[in-house]
């Protein structure tokens, strides 16, 4: 019955979005769609699942400028939200990960590693694994031991602080902007290896690396899966970007002579307010991402 299909629809959109955080009233059955209202703070939009003739049909209503109503839409229609079958590691593949997404300093780097049954042995035997799983010391040896297999295939993606923030004033999503740097790197190592498989860890809809791609990776069979570190090829991506990542810090702690703490926290904070004091504003947009909150607390901070 249509109805009762409309209902776990809603249902399923209801509990992704509490999982996410946001703040839902109970859906309320109307004659011909269940309505529910979801809010964070003061901001409120209106979802309908709609149930009929045709079949099923969900709207979303609301300011499509906000951020609550940005974040909804990505959640909702850009994320696969049903059980789909389980992802087998493909003989060839192009893996695709990045690093510095959710911290305040430093860029943003997107790598992809090209793997065949040879390739991927290899990876396996000098201990390739998600890079969050690895030290800073064991992320550096083992990129540097990615590097020397022979005719190993890889690109690295780098958007450093003042270039991101150039490209985030005019696309205004992080995502996309993710997106676009999957796409290059999938373009730059289509130019080098032939496969017609790419996997990356999913970060939203995939149609934000789709629509970026050009003539090489238009026909290629695009995974995004939770957790595609399990994957090969994506764990040597995740090392080759992280190990860029800790570079760029090494590199600007020499210049500055100053820790540059990792992530977005208490410490990242204090450390920006520091060099915001001693060099400016200006200068902040060369190592932190503006458009974080961190960036209104530091500005708008007095010193003392």
Do not use: C
Not at 94 to 108: A, R, T
Request: net charge positive.
């Amino acid at each position: 019955m249509v109805e009762n299909s409309a209902r776990e629809v809603i249902n399923k959109y209801l509990a992704v979005l509490n999982k996410e955080g946001f703040q839902t009233t109970f859906p309320e059955k109307k004659e011909y769609n269940f309505e529910t209202f979801v809010s964070s703070g003061k901001e409120s939009l209106k979802l309908q699942v709609f149930f009929g003739k045709k079949g099923i049909k969900t709207i979303l209503q609301g300011n499509k400028e906000s951020d609550l109503y940005k974040g909804v839409n990505s959640i909702l229609f850009g994320e696969n939200l049903f059980v789909t079958p389980e992802l087998k590691e493909p003989e060839t593949y192009i893996g695709i990960d990045e690093s510095g997404k959710g911290d305040y300093f430093g860029p943003l780097v997107i790598a992809g590693v090209f793997v065949d049954d040879k390739i991927k042995k290899e990876l396996v035997k000098i201990g390739v694994k998600d890079s969050k799983e690895l030290s800073d010391y064991l992320i550096k040896k083992i990129a540097l031991q990615i590097k020397n297999i022979p005719s190993i295939k890889y690109n690295v993606v780098t958007i450093n602080p003042e270039k991101y923030n150039q490209l985030y004033s005019q696309i205004k999503n992080v995502n996309k902007l993710l997106g676009w740097g999957h796409a290059r790197v999938l373009e730059n190592l289509l130019e080098k290896a032939e496969t017609n498989n790419a996997i990356s860890d999913k970060f939203g809809n995939e149609n934000l690396i789709k629509n970026s791609l050009m003539s090489r990776g238009e026909k290629i069979n695009l995974h995004q899966t939770t957790k595609g570190e399990r994957f090969t090829a994506v764990a040597a991506a995740s090392i080759l970007a992280r190990d860029k990542f800790i570079s760029w810090f090494e590199e600007q702690q020499k210049k500055l002579y100053t820790v540059l703490p990792k992530g977005a926290s208490l410490l990242v904070e204090e450390a920006a307010k520091k060099l915001k004091n001693s060099y400016g504003e200006e200068f902040l947009s060369k190592l932190v991402k503006l458009h974080f909150k961190t960036t209104k607390k530091i500005v708008s901070s007095k010193e003392k």
